[in-house]
């Protein structure tokens, strides 16, 4: 079976602090995405990777960054963390853009809370 | 960079009956992929359906069929037979480059 692995469920970090949510996945997938979910406000893109070493900003990155060195593996880092990021993030893989299906693979999410 | 609506928050059916899920987008471009994933309670998003927008002929997986408009952008999910393992959130999405997402509905299918 494919997987997507977020490295924590849930995380509590205090305001101003650096958190790291970091994802792997197994599937030799080319595209990595990060969204966070929100009640009413669905799944919005913070950033998304096409490649290694590659990134694209999407609808709200602002307040957060990625790193992808390795193909598997896709951290989003809020660099200090804010009360307004507190939110279910979800990562998600698939093949290249015109490979495949074009299903996205997800994780099951971490619920980080910033107190 | 491309929208979609999804203008029912919440939904419910009873078991068994029919129910339709309502998705619409804006885009400028002729070729692109449309989605429904599912949430259950548990987290883990999957896969209901794809649809290919070139493709006249809607997307059926068995109790899960669309209705593809492409003239109006809308893509709605019709579930056939509810079931109670049917209650999830649903989301639309829209792939161009990236994947994006509906705000969601939330579906309850009441025993």
């Known amino acids: 079976d494919v997987k997507v692995t977020q490295s924590s469920r849930y995380l509590v970090k205090r305001t101003g602090e650096k958190v790291f949510l970091e994802c792997v996945q197994d599937m030799d997938h080319e595209n990595m995405f990060w969204y966070r979910q929100d009640p009413g406000l669905g799944l919005r893109l913070i950033y998304f990777s096409y490649d290694v070493k590659m990134k694209e900003k999407g609808d709200i990155p602002e307040g957060y960054s990625v790193s992808r060195e390795k193909k598997e593996r896709f951290s989003l880092i809020l660099e200090s963390a804010s009360t307004n990021q507190t939110s279910m993030y979800l990562c998600a893989s698939r093949l290249a853009l015109g490979s495949g299906t074009g299903e996205l693979f997800f994780g099951e999410g971490s619920r980080l809370t910033v107190l | 960079a491309q929208t979609v609506t999804q203008s029912q928050p919440e939904m419910s059916v009873q078991e068994a009956e029919t129910v339709t899920l309502s998705c619409t987008y804006d885009t400028s471009e002729s070729n692109y992929y449309l989605f429904w994933y599912k949430q259950p309670p548990s987290r883990q998003m999957i896969l209901v359906i794809r649809q290919e927008a070139y493709k006249q002929q809607n997307a059926t997986e068995n109790r899960f069929s669309v209705n593809f408009q492409k003239a109006a952008k809308s893509f709605s999910l019709k579930i056939s037979d509810s079931q109670l393992g049917d209650t999830a959130m649903y989301f639309c999405?829209?792939?161009?480059?990236?994947?994006?997402f509906g705000a969601g509905t939330r579906l309850t299918v009441k025993p």
């Open positions: 999405a829209f792939e161009d480059n990236d994947m994006r």
